[in-house]
């Protein structure tokens, strides 16, 4: 289990964290969604033990971050990086050096994540010659390749076309199978919603909100209500409701935020009285709903 | 192998692989083989152009003074005292002839003249000094060949300081000296600045933080230089066998068997004709490492801070001056090498490398001096790493303009 508890770092008079403090367990897959400049990156680097944390703790399995720890983990940053002049081979297996594979598992690896990634045509090419979204998997690949117990991606669906962003997915869910934590910093939030089991929003270097998306969405204080057809008799039940607010109508349908706590039966009831009910949804909060107000909360 | 043995050897592959690397080896190699063989060359193709006189005069005096000559000068032709000064037209029907000498008696001795082509370029004063003797035999009334044997007086340069038996000895250290020094100072300039390329290399394209993610900046930036350290030794190693082979006569073609370094025309240099001591070889090692260790933490702490190859420029250059500040002062060291000056400068780190080593080469420095110079070195070696290792771990992460040494000491004391 990852642990932060009350980590704190400045830069100069800049508070980039403030007592972050979350816990991830360990085979799960964990969102850290913020704003640019709210802390992401500056917190993963202290998981890292990149950068050292001003104040608080930060431990794997309850000890704290070392080298020899460090080795068993996998990082993507952000901002890519890569050998241009050496071959995708060789930098596969200066990386897995590194995080102690050897022969000759060092290269039954780096043959089974080049195969992973469709990136095995170019074995044999300098990397300055790969396409960015190429040259963005060799990187996965060198972060990957160990099969780490934690591994942090910042970004990583960023510049990957849906065909090679698809086989980073799969590529994950391969890491998921085999326990690896997931840490993942994303702007791309269908992606993070679909593959993440438990979330962070962080913004002012701050935790807004924390958990899984069904404890967030419990924190969420409305729901959606989609009615059909787009009647004012309907409209009328609608408008009648205890704190229901209207959303934009489309295409004949009524949308309106209403109480988490609603009675959905008796509502269900009523609409059905007042006219020729078709349809009546209840839409639970995205995460982008999520992100957006912990934003607006932050701000 | 740990993260240290896996950087290194990946870093020394590339290096030894890298263009930069082979051409700096190769072309310090023919470097070093043009300025053993060009002198002996040269002197050669000079010779040819300066060592052919015409004698004209009587023909007394003209047999006197090809003897006298003979050593030196080739004389191509004699002729009888032309009535009026020679003209170009009149050398030019002598081919090859350097010059036309005129001899003639004077009221207080020898009147010569010299009629040169290239009166820069004819060695006048060798020619004066050979023809002293029938100068001094016309003046006094005697024979040349009397006075000639009186000239052949030596004198004897004793050396009080024990490191050298005579004067030959003594130039050629101090010309092995200099050789080392240069060769000191294009490994340390050369390989310091393959670290920062390295290091600019691996923060431009934004590896640098993958890596500080997988393994220390400490090992990271050791692995480096320890690299950096060895591919300089390898090309300091193939210099000095270059220039051992040459001047051992072993590599001749260029300059034939009389090939090698000359600082005159009589004082061979070359390090065949040198007893250099054990103990400056040993310093020329420890100095190299101290330097090396010193410049290259250093170039690798200022590659870390600028986010663009263009800006290398302006952190390389002043991590130049020191280099070469001490590359002047050994040369100086080589002149005066227990002035002051020299003497304080051979303490000081950054510069120790090259002057004391310099001044070990050419007198016998107090044993205290060197253990002193050494231990200072150690400790700022040690000092320039812990504070160059700050500087490279926190600049790999800083993106942006250059900073400000005084932004750098306040990410330092946040850090």
Not at chain 1, 175 to 198: A, N, P
Not at chain 2, 106 to 118: E, N, Q
Not at chain 2, 269 to 288: C, M
Request: aromatic share 8%; net charge neutral; proline share 5%.
């Amino acid at each position: 289990m990852l642990e932060l508890t009350d980590v704190h770092r400045s830069f100069g008079s800049v508070a980039a964290v403030r007592g972050v403090t979350f816990a991830i367990a360990s085979g799960a897959t964990f969102g850290l969604l913020g704003p640019n400049g709210a802390g992401k990156t500056t917190t993963m680097r202290m998981i890292l033990n990149i950068l050292v944390p001003d104040r608080g703790t930060i431990t794997w399995n309850g000890a704290p971050i070392d080298g020899a720890l460090r080795r068993r983990f996998g990082y993507l940053p952000e901002e890519r990086g890569i050998y241009g002049k050496l071959k995708v081979r060789e930098q596969m297996a200066y990386f897995g050096k590194l995080h102690g594979l050897r022969d000759p598992l060092l290269d039954g690896r780096v043959a089974e994540w080049m195969e992973r990634l469709e990136i095995g045509q170019y074995a044999d090419r300098p990397c300055a010659e790969l396409s960015k979204g190429n040259q963005q998997k060799v990187q996965v690949a060198c972060a990957a390749m160990h099969e780490p117990e934690l591994l942090i991606l910042d970004e990583p669906f960023s510049g990957l076309d849906p065909v090679n962003a698809e086989t980073l997915l799969r590529a994950l869910r391969h890491l998921q199978t085999k326990g690896t934590t997931l840490v993942l910093s994303s702007h791309q939030m269908y992606q993070i919603e679909h593959l993440c089991t438990d979330f962070c929003i962080i913004a002012g270097g701050e935790v807004r909100v924390h958990g899984s998306l069904d404890q967030l969405r419990r924190q969420w204080p409305t729901r959606t209500v989609l009615v059909e057809p787009a009647s004012s008799a309907l409209r009328d039940v609608l408008e009648r409701l205890g704190g229901a607010h209207a959303r934009a109508t489309q295409n004949g349908t009524l949308a309106y935020d209403v109480p988490q706590s609603i009675d959905l039966p008796a509502l269900a009831r009523e609409l059905v009285a007042a006219g020729d009910l078709t349809r009546l949804e209840r839409v639970e909060p995205s995460l982008s709903d999520i992100y957006l107000r912990a934003i607006g909360e932050a701000s | 192998m740990n993260d240290f043995g896996i950087i290194f050897e990946a870093e020394f592959v590339r290096r030894i692989k890298s263009r930069a690397w082979l051409i700096g080896t190769i072309l310090g190699a023919a470097m070093i083989l043009f300025l053993s063989a060009a002198p002996a060359f040269f002197n050669r193709v000079v010779a040819s152009s300066t060592h052919a006189v015409v004698l004209a005069g009587d023909p007394a005096l003209v047999a006197a003074a090809k003897k006298l000559i003979a050593k030196d000068f080739d004389v191509s032709a004699t002729e009888p005292l032309p009535a009026a000064p020679p003209t170009l037209a009149d050398l030019n029907a002598h081919a090859h002839a350097a010059a036309i000498v005129t001899l003639a008696r004077g009221p207080k001795g020898l009147d010569a003249r010299v009629y040169a082509k290239d009166a820069g370029g004819f060695r006048t004063t060798r020619l004066r000094d050979e023809l002293i003797p029938l100068n001094i035999a016309i003046a006094t009334r005697t024979t040349a060949a009397a006075i000639a044997p009186l000239m052949e007086f030596t004198l004897d340069v004793e050396s009080l300081d024990a490191k050298f038996h005579d004067e030959a000895s003594a130039n050629s250290a101090r010309g092995f000296a200099y050789v080392l020094v240069i060769l000191l100072y294009l490994a340390i300039i050369l390989n310091c600045q393959g670290v920062m390329t390295s290091v600019a290399e691996e923060k431009t394209s934004r590896i640098a933080e993958l890596l500080v993610a997988t393994t220390s900046s400490a090992q990271l930036m050791a692995g480096k230089i320890a690299a950096a350290g060895a591919t300089g030794t390898i090309q300091l190693l193939v210099w000095l066998g270059v220039g051992w082979a040459t001047a051992a006569g072993i590599v001749n073609s260029v300059g034939g068997p009389s090939g090698g370094m000359h600082m005159s025309d009589t004082t061979p240099v070359g390090l065949g004709a040198i007893d250099l001591p054990t103990g400056v070889i040993v310093a020329f090692v420890i100095f190299f490492f101290l330097g090396f260790l010193q410049y290259a933490t250093m170039y690798a702490a200022a590659a870390s801070l600028i986010s663009r190859t263009e800006d290398l420029g302006s952190v390389a250059g002043p991590l130049t001056l020191p280099v070469l500040g001490g590359f002047l002062l050994a040369n100086w060291a080589l002149t005066v090498p227990n002035a002051t000056g020299v003497l304080i400068a051979s303490q000081i780190p950054l510069f120790t490398p090259f002057v004391m080593f310099t001044r070990m080469a050419v007198v016998t420095v107090p044993l205290w001096q060197v253990i002193l110079a050494i231990a200072i070195n150690i400790v700022a070696t040690i000092a320039i790493i812990w504070f160059a290792g700050r500087i490279y771990r926190v600049g790999l992460l800083m993106y942006g303009r250059p900073p400000k040494f005084s932004q750098i000491l306040n990410v330092l004391r946040t850090s």
